[in-house]
C-alpha cells in the first residue's frame, strides 16, 4: 500500500480547482473521466513537492495557500461567494501543485520524468501505482479533458513554477524515505 501522508485533502482540493478552471465540455463521464486525469495529474505533483511523511506534515500545518492567485490567472471570479463554507476547499488548494500539475498535463514528455521520478519512493513503495489516464490517456480521455490538457490555456498556470518542477526532475529519483 502507498504511503498516505495525509496529502489526500491537497490533492482533492487542487484536482477540484484545475478542473473547474478547465472544464470539461460533456456529460457525468465527461467530468469523471477530467476528474481522473486532473488527480493523477496532482497526486503526481504533490508527491514530489512533499516527498517525505514530514513535508507533508508541515504543509498541513502551515497550510498550502489557496487559490487566490491562480484563480487570478485563469479569471475565475470568486469573489464574494454566496456560501463561503462551501469554497472553503479552495484554502487548501497549493499553488506549486496546481502548477507542476499544469504542465504535466500539458507536456507527455514531463508526465513521463515525473512518474520515473517516483519509482520507488516512499510514495510507491508496497504497491503498484497506475498512472495511465495521465501518461496515456484514450482518444475519450482526450476529448473529456480537451481544455484540462490544452498547453497554451495551461500555460499561465503552468509557467508559474515549471522551472522549479524542472529542478525538481533533474535532481533525480525521490528519496525512500517516510
Same mark, same amino acid.
Given at each position: 500500500?502507498?504511503?498516505?501522508? @495525509? =496529502?489526500?485533502?491537497?490533492? /482533492?482540493?487542487?484536482? $477540484?480547482?484545475?478542473?473547474? &478552471?478547465?472544464?470539461?465540455? +460533456?456529460?457525468? *463521464?465527461?467530468?469523471? !473521466?477530467?476528474? &481522473? $486525469?486532473?488527480? $493523477? ?17 508541515? #504543509? ?6 489557496? /487559490?487566490?492567485? *491562480?484563480? +487570478? =490567472?485563469?479569471?475565475?471570479? #470568486? ?6 463554507? /462551501? ?13 507542476? %500539475?499544469?504542465?504535466?498535463? +500539458?507536456?507527455?514528455? *514531463? %508526465? @513521463? ?6 519509482? +520507488?519512493? /516512499? ?5 503498484? #501505482? ?16 480537451? *481544455? =484540462?490538457?490544452?498547453?497554451?490555456? !495551461? ?8 522551472? $522549479? =518542477? !524542472?529542478?525538481? !526532475? %533533474?535532481?533525480?529519483? #525521490?528519496?525512500?524515505?517516510?
Amino acid at each position: 500500500m502507498p504511503a498516505d501522508f @495525509s =496529502l489526500s485533502p491537497l490533492i /482533492a482540493a487542487t484536482a $477540484q480547482w484545475l478542473v473547474r &478552471a478547465y472544464p470539461p465540455g +460533456g456529460g457525468a *463521464l465527461d467530468s469523471a !473521466l477530467a476528474e &481522473a $486525469q486532473a488527480r $493523477q495529474a496532482v497526486t503526481v505533483a504533490a508527491w514530489l513537492r512533499y516527498p517525505t511523511a514530514m513535508d507533508a506534515a508541515l #504543509v498541513a500545518v502551515a497550510g498550502p495557500g489557496g /487559490a487566490g492567485r *491562480l484563480d +487570478g =490567472l485563469t479569471g475565475a471570479d #470568486v469573489a464574494g461567494s454566496a456560501d463561503e463554507d /462551501a469554497e472553503a476547499w479552495r484554502t487548501w488548494v497549493d499553488e506549486v501543485v496546481a502548477s507542476w %500539475a499544469a504542465a504535466l498535463l +500539458g507536456a507527455p514528455e *514531463l %508526465a @513521463s520524468a515525473a512518474t520515473d521520478a517516483l519509482t +520507488g519512493s /516512499a510514495h510507491t513503495a508496497g504497491a503498484p #501505482v497506475e498512472f495511465r489516464r495521465l501518461l496515456d490517456p484514450d482518444e475519450r480521455d482526450r476529448r473529456a479533458a480537451a *481544455l =484540462l490538457r490544452h498547453p497554451d490555456l !495551461l500555460a499561465p498556470v503552468a509557467e508559474l513554477h515549471r522551472d $522549479q =518542477l !524542472l529542478d525538481r !526532475l %533533474a535532481a533525480g529519483p #525521490v528519496p525512500l524515505t517516510g
